[in-house]
């Protein structure tokens, strides 16, 4: 690991307790990160549903409802915020949450704001015309053939994240460009003109409202070669004077911290800045 520059995620801490799609105790989680040296750590579980028409399809299959994630995330905050005193001689523990972007999202996202006041939200796009396209290979090509190409969904991700940023302002912009998940041809299409003056448009919009972009390491936890942000977006925010954070989206012990001393060392020889800054508290 690291030792010259501190060790911090803004974007992960999945467990089993409270996502189907992870494993492990929360608990254990944070003593993982305690035990890899890490002072700060934010945990940002997933929202719930607005309602049972946005389950993801883990949830379907154990016939959950949004009303019975609704009360698991309930649980999440009591215990995370218990966690949070628990572990503050050892860790600081920023208490967060992942959004989702589709109809209804953001007044749903807000009342959640409201009523559990994390210190920062994580913004992130999963969903294209309501549908989540990073679930299946299945769905993400069925997305695109309904849309019209490969090129015209990445368009709209770029739109929805746009209009997402602009209503929530959210401290961190997850994997900025999750769209790529399963194209093979990500790196040529991501300089498709149309395409490219939508990322850099987005990438204005996060500097202009002083946002910090996740470096998310999960392709690496996948055997992929580079994390989200690709290397030709990351160039270009660095240019552009944006923050970017290490984050390892995480989903179980074996995963908390895993690469972050290799997100460090890419930053690094970019030329970003490893002193990064809290998470702003939302009022």
Known sequence: MNTTTQLISLHGGHSGQYC?????LLEDIILRY???GFKKVGITEHIPPLNDQFLYPDEKKLNLTADDLNKRFKD???????LKKKYDSKIKIFTGMETETYAGCVDHI???ISRFHPDYIVGSVHHIDDICFDYSKEEYDRIAYVCGSYDIMYEKYFDLQYEMIKALKPFVVGHFDLIRIYDENYKKRLLVPEIDQKVKRNLALIKSLNLVMDFNLRPLARGEKEPYITTSILKTAKGMGIRVVPGDDSHGVNEAGCHVDKAIEILKALGFETQWPDPMLLT
Do not use: M, S, V
């Open 20 to 24: 189907n799609h992870a494993k492990d």
């Open 34 to 36: 305690i035990a890899l």
């Open 76 to 82: 999440y905050f009591r215990q995370l915020n218990a």
């Open 110 to 112: 807000k009342k959640l």
